[in-house]
């Protein structure tokens, strides 16, 4: 049994499965890193990571935590794709008459395979940050037009105020 070969199409579908599946449940996580890694000093928005995603769910809704998602639901079959071919194209170049690969050569496929990975997902993982981080600048400018507004009955004096100071204010 150990020695069954499975056919290209189903390590295809197995990839591509198995990496929806991990897109859906680690995206929230991701977009709570993503959104606190890109506030500055002065501009705090978020505290922690469940404050992140509770601000997000309570500005944006329950699926504004999957903003940016669809790029990676959309290309992680063809990313696990390339990846899973690309090992096994290494691995055969590699392999001496159908032994079995050395550790060394192992690690040289699975290198090989990763390289083309990175390749083809960077694109991908900006274009996701973008994404991600749209909501933290959407929330922020929500602060500072209340800010703008001010007290009512007189004018309001523009500083530049930092998002904790701003929620204070308000």
Do not use: W
């Not at 449940?25 to 506030?39: E, S």
């Amino acid at each position: 049994m150990a020695d069954k070969q499975i056919s290209l199409p189903a390590k295809l579908i197995n990839g591509g499965i198995a990496g929806l599946i991990g897109v859906t449940c680690v995206f929230p996580i991701d977009l709570a890193k993503t959104r606190l890694q890109n506030q500055q000093n002065g501009s705090r928005l978020y505290t922690s990571m469940s404050d992140c995603l509770i601000k997000t769910i309570q500005s944006e809704g329950y699926f504004g935590m999957y903003r940016g998602a669809a790029v990676n639901l959309t290309l992680v079959t063809p990313e696990k794709a390339i990846k899973l071919a690309a090992n096994d194209f290494f691995r055969q170049h590699l392999s001496k008459d159908g032994q079995k690969l050395t550790l060394l050569r192992e690690m040289l496929a699975g290198c090989g395979a990763g390289t083309c990975q990175v390749i083809i997902t960077t694109p991908m993982e900006m274009l996701k940050i973008q994404l991600q981080d749209a909501g933290r600048i959407e929330a922020q400018r929500k602060l500072m037009s209340q800010a703008a507004v001010g007290a009512p009955g007189g004018p309001v004096e523009l500083r530049s105020h930092t998002a904790m100071q701003l929620t204070r204010e308000t």
